[in-house]
């Protein structure tokens, strides 16, 4: 076997397997996939006219004004399993999976007191915005997927994602009349983010063997600030809000990168090749950008049972770098490769609608639908996107009180999948042997979650 096939064998591996790295992640691009507080939850986050509790605090501060108890709110997930499956990612009926099983607390809320506030209401709250963690090892033999005939051919895949963002917020409110309730929430946002995916690829024929390793990872830190603006009013059975999300203001942040390529190619008779690429940068400045979202909510009281609707907007975000690293040389070559971050996102436009309803004095149901739009954008070629797959909600549970404690139990489940053909990128691009693609390029992923609810909040 001529050493020109072990190198398209190995980098036709690589290549495919590396558009595996950019499917199986986490759901940054999705803005509604998590929800706060332990009614609005069930209710899908269609209370963004309508929150009753303090939750307020990051649907429409303008209704916390209106909410006539005080409370100290604990939400949290009682059992949360999520699963993603990328379909034929290593050959035909070679499906790789990632499945977590763990708990969360989602909110932590609550109000000051004290005669100094007058009639202005002031609260704070903490919140995890995004936390989600994903890992997938796989090891596969794609020996019969060979275009030449091969000894053993070995692929190796490694992909590690977390990236998580908490919000910590001061809430002012008041009522300037009896309808009428207007607010701002200031948030500080800690978001981190770390990635790191390697292929390795192993072939042998005859007398000729190689290996290939591609190895990228980075991780920052970014501190800003975020202003939620909430107006909301009251009008007979009617309840009415409006909310508007400020793009983030950066505060400070550094990240760093790591890029390896490595191919390595034996040949008995002709000798044997080397590619070899590394390169290590740190303390480079963060940069992240954060949608402009406008929401309107709307709720009717037919008696026992209510009505809710919401609906938020958010802009785009153009290309950005979130890391700007400096080109990295090839040795023996003119040539540079580039390790930046960076990220884009298109403007959506989701949805929600719930019911509640109210069984007895002590008992009121809830059931709701919600969409959850991915604002990533086709070909996907910024490579900070995650999640590229559009989720659907649906979700239902009770609350009960007991003495001042008032208890919400229930279950959400989530669904989304997503089919798409990716980019090819050539390891090294100038090989004018490579011309061979082995593996499916058309990969589907399938993500579900399912979430069930234990909250409650301390009414004083």
């Given at each position: ?135 997938i090892e796989e090891r ?16 190796s895949l490694e992909f ?301």
């Amino acid at each position: 076997m001529p050493c020109g096939s072990v190198t398209r064998t190995i980098l036709a591996v690589v290549i495919c397997t590396t558009l595996l790295a950019g499917s199986a992640a986490a759901q940054d691009t999705n803005y509604w996939t998590n929800q706060f507080g332990n009614q609005a939850r069930l209710l899908g986050g269609a209370v963004i006219g309508s929150v009753g509790d303090i939750a307020a605090v990051y649907y429409n501060p303008g209704r916390l004004a209106l909410v006539d108890t005080r409370e100290l709110v604990l939400g949290g997930n009682v059992m949360q399993y999520s699963a993603i499956t990328v379909s034929n990612a290593l050959g035909q009926g070679l499906d790789v999976t990632s499945a977590t099983l763990g708990g969360v607390p989602s909110l932590f809320a609550g109000e000051f007191r004290g005669a100094w506030l007058g009639d202005h209401r002031l609260a704070y709250s903490f919140l995890n915005r995004h936390d989600f963690d994903i890992r997938i090892e796989e090891r596969a033999d794609l020996t019969h997927l060979a275009n030449d005939p091969v000894d053993f051919l070995v692929a190796s895949l490694e992909f590690e994602q977390r990236m998580s963002d908490y919000w910590a917020g001061i809430t002012w409110s008041h009522k300037p009349a009896a309808w009428l309730g207007i607010g701002v929430s200031t948030f500080l946002s800690v978001r981190n983010q770390r990635h790191r995916d390697q292929i390795l690829a192993q072939a042998q024929a005859d007398s000729s063997g190689g290996v290939a390793l591609q190895s990228n990872d980075f991780d920052y830190a970014h501190w800003g600030l975020i202003w939620k603006i909430g107006v909301a009013g009251q009008f007979g059975p009617w309840d009415v809000g409006l909310s508007a999300t400020t793009p983030i203001v950066r505060l400070f942040g550094t990240g760093r990168v790591g890029f390896d390529e490595t191919l390595i190619l034996q040949d008995h008779d002709s000798g044997g090749s080397t590619h070899i690429v590394t390169d290590f940068q740190q303390e480079i400045p963060t940069t992240f950008h954060s949608p402009v979202s406008a929401g309107l909510g709307v709720a009717y009281d037919f008696g026992a049972t209510r009505l809710h609707a919401s609906s938020e907007w958010f802009a785009a975000v153009a290309t950005y770098t979130v890391l700007d690293t400096e080109p990295i040389p090839v040795p023996g070559s003119p040539d540079t490769k580039n390790s930046d971050v960076t990220d884009e996102a298109a403007s959506v436009v989701n949805f929600g609608v719930g019911v509640e309803h109210q069984f007895k004095e002590r008992l009121s149901g809830y059931m709701s639908f919600r969409t959850d739009y991915s604002s990533a954008i086709p070909p996907f070629d910024t490579n900070a996107t995650l999640s590229t797959w559009d989720i659907w909600h649906v979700a239902a549970g009770a609350a009960f009180p007991v003495g001042k404690t008032e208890f919400t139990l229930g279950a959400v489940y989530a669904f989304g999948n997503d089919s798409r053909l990716r980019g090819i990128k050539l390891i090294p691009e100038e090989d004018p042997d490579v011309d061979g693609i082995l593996l499916p390029q058309d990969l589907e992923t399938k993500f579900n979650r399912l979430t069930f609810i234990l909250g409650f909040s301390f009414i004083y």
